[in-house]
């Protein structure tokens, strides 16, 4: 049983492009988040939600627009995809508050061309 | 604004010697911090957490200690095996809830 999971695991595509990320978690936890890995292994937080709404939003573009429809699930949207967003994006959920453990999902690695 | 460092970027060492990894962040009013482990091409695991209360936490062969006044935490692998090859990162969590993670160190443990 995947604990965090994603979809998809590889995703290339050209630049412009829309794309979406897909999160699910069967832990029962009530916070997710999605973080990009860049290319010096530097993870840096994105977004966070609690029970499908927003508590983390980091300075991100917004062309990159996260989607709770419950809170088992957190979606990342990528509109007009740009060279620099070839990343890996990890999304993690945690308990309760994002002070307890997070567990992360495997990562899907995002190639722009 | 907090900034986490590991030195060293890389580590190699034969099987059976006592792992050190440190860990250093500019500000001191962590709630938490926490070390993970990453493999090539999967997710991180999360391997211990400590809270700011504690100095340290223990699981297995792995120590992880934490001194706040001198912004550093410390994860000790004792008698390393080669699959304790893989990057170890730490992250340090503020009081909103906000991660920051080092770049990691990685490890390989030669047989």
């Known amino acids: 049983d995947t604990a965090v999971s994603q979809t998809p695991k590889y995703l290339v595509t050209q630049m412009g492009n829309d794309k979406s990320i897909k999160c699910e978690q069967n832990l029962g936890h009530d916070t997710m988040y999605w973080y990009k890995q860049d290319s010096k292994k530097f993870l840096k937080i994105m977004f966070s939600y609690n029970n499908k709404e927003l508590i983390i939003n980091e300075t991100v573009p917004n062309r990159f627009s996260p989607k709770s429809p419950d809170k088992a699930h957190l979606n990342l949207h990528i509109n007009s995809l740009e060279l620099g967003d070839s990343a890996v994006y990890f999304c993690?959920?945690?308990?309760?508050?994002?002070?307890?453990?997070?567990?992360f999902g495997p990562g899907t690695r995002l190639t722009v061309l | 604004k907090q900034e986490v460092t590991q030195i060293p970027a890389a580590l190699s060492v034969p099987e059976g010697e006592n792992l050190v990894l440190n860990c250093s962040f500019t500000?001191?009013?962590?709630?938490?911090l926490q070390w993970f482990r990453q493999d090539p091409g999967k997710g991180l695991t999360s391997l211990l957490l400590i809270q700011s209360s504690q100095r340290e936490q223990t699981s297995g062969r792995l120590n992880a200690s934490l001194d706040k006044s001198s912004g550093r935490s410390t994860l000790y692998i004792a008698a390393s095996q080669p699959g304790d090859s893989a990057t170890y990162l730490c992250?340090?969590?503020?009081?909103?809830?906000?991660?920051?993670f080092g770049a990691g160190t990685q490890v390989v443990v030669t047989p």
């Open positions: 993690a959920s945690s308990q309760e508050s994002s002070t307890d453990t997070q567990y």
């Open positions: 500000d001191s009013a962590i709630y938490n």
């Open positions: 992250a340090a969590t503020d009081s909103w809830g906000k991660f920051q």
